[in-house]
């Protein structure tokens, strides 16, 4: 049984990773700000829901514990949590509301991991990160959200190169139907070129944004499976779920 953590588990990519998880009989322990009925209602005695901010190196020393006092390991820690906002130009844009973001997208990073690596290296795990096209793609008005997921990029290419026996992916999910996607159409009209809202309203009205449970699954089958010369061969890139690379776990 592979035991994992996953961050950001209350809603979208990260219910549907612990979904998945437990439904192939994994242990998860989970760590969310806010904790929503369709997580409380994945009852299991292999799920432990810890309620907290990531960005509190307490909440993530508590998620590790949990997991080696219940099940004497750590297989996998899912990095899924991160916000959006602020969203406007970088002429504009509040700069406190910046380092906020950084603190939440990247730097709580580094809690989990360097919480977790001990156990990691033990069990010759992984470190997947759920990362962002935004990461290359310089969009329009979210300055602070490519930059914090370009940082994920390279601290996923960094760890693989000084941590040899943990795999470090960071792994891009597609424009996923979830409650940032609403935010986007919602909101971003105001702050975002016309042409680059217009994509992601159409991509909703189209039906073609990537089903949460798709992409998911990605992160789910590389958490529970075992490394191999392929999968260390790939640690430290930055991958898109549905690349050639990763077509085995799908």
């Known amino acids: 049984m592979s035991v994992s953590i996953v961050t950001g588990a209350s809603r979208g990519i990260g219910l549907e990773i612990t979904r998945s998880l437990l439904a192939n009989n994994s242990a998860v322990v989970t760590i969310s700000r806010s904790v929503s009925d369709e997580l409380r209602g994945l009852q299991s005695l292999q799920l432990d829901i810890i309620q907290g901010d990531v960005a509190d190196r307490d909440i993530s020393k508590l998620a590790v514990d949990t997991a080696i006092a219940k099940h004497g390991k750590l297989d996998c820690v899912i990095l ?14 509040d700069v406190a509301e910046v380092t906020q973001n950084m603190n939440i997208n990247f730097v709580s990073l580094l809690h989990t991991i360097q919480l977790a690596l001990p156990h990691l290296r033990d069990s010759r795990g992984k470190i997947l990160m759920v990362s962002s096209g935004a990461a290359t793609g310089a969009y329009a008005a979210w300055g602070a959200y490519n930059a914090s997921k370009a940082a994920m990029n390279t601290l996923a290419k960094t760890l693989a190169g000084e941590e040899k026996g943990v795999v470090s992916l960071a792994i891009r999910p597609g424009v996923v139907d979830t409650g940032m996607q609403e935010d986007i159409r919602r909101v971003g009209k105001t702050h975002m070129p016309p042409e680059m809202h ?3 309203v159409e991509l909703h009205s189209q039906g073609k944004l990537v089903k949460p449970q798709d992409t998911a699954r990605v992160y789910a089958n590389l958490a529970i499976s075992s490394v191999n010369e ?21």
């Open 198 to 200: 217009s994509k992601f």
């Open 230 to 250: 392929n999968l260390s061969n790939l640690s430290g890139q930055f991958l898109s779920w549905d690349g050639e690379e990763l077509k085995d776990y799908r």
């Open 80 to 93: 899924n949590h991160g916000i959006l906002s602020p969203v406007g130009r970088i002429a504009d844009v």
